[in-house]
């Protein structure tokens, strides 16, 4: 049996080793392709070119009209950063924006066409994502993912000092 100090070794090894594995810089992008092949081959250069963030905010427009200041907001990003990507979306034909009705300054954010196949496709490698990690864990046991989920709701509450991970809260 391992000590606490060697498990301790053994799994940051394998959180690094994970992140390696799955971190799709070299072997092309399977995600991309993924909704690529569900979208009409007029939108595949769009698809590509859009940073993956700028799908997150599709998806957010997709779940109802919006204003810029509200999609920052339902997103978790600043206001900078949304606006630069709804204009890239805007440019590539997936959103538009419009006026609301008795507010000159408010401008809604709503889907186009192709804004609504991409954000299909889109779901739809979510939900394929979200089924194999589902048939991947369903061969531990109920103790074994109590285990994990606290390991991880742990890790999510963490902050970084300076180079240090450190557990949350103070």
Not at 5 to 26: C, M, P, Q
Not at 83 to 99: D, F, I, Y
Request: aromatic share 2%; net charge negative; charged share 30%.
């Amino acid at each position: 049996m391992k000590t606490k100090s060697a498990l301790v070794d053994a799994i940051n090894a394998l959180i690094g080793a994970v992140g390696d594995k799955f971190d799709t810089d070299e072997d092309g992008d399977p995600e991309r392709d993924f909704i690529a092949a569900r979208c009409p081959k007029r939108l595949e250069g769009t698809v590509r070119a859009l940073p993956t963030l700028s799908m997150h905010l599709l998806a957010a427009i997709a779940d109802g009209p919006l204003s810029l200041v509200g999609l920052a907001a339902r997103s978790g990003q600043l206001k900078g950063t949304v606006s630069k990507h709804v204009q890239r979306l805007v440019e590539a034909g997936l959103v538009e924006r419009t006026p609301v009705p008795g507010n000159r300054k408010e401008i809604a954010l709503g889907l186009t066409a192709d804004g609504e196949l991409v954000t299909a496709a889109h779901g739809e490698l979510h939900d394929e994502m979200d089924r194999g990690m589902r048939e991947f864990l369903q061969r531990y046991s109920n103790a074994d993912l109590q285990v994990l989920e606290t390991v991880l709701r742990d890790l999510l509450a963490a902050r970084k000092d300076g180079v240090r991970i450190v557990p949350g809260g103070g």
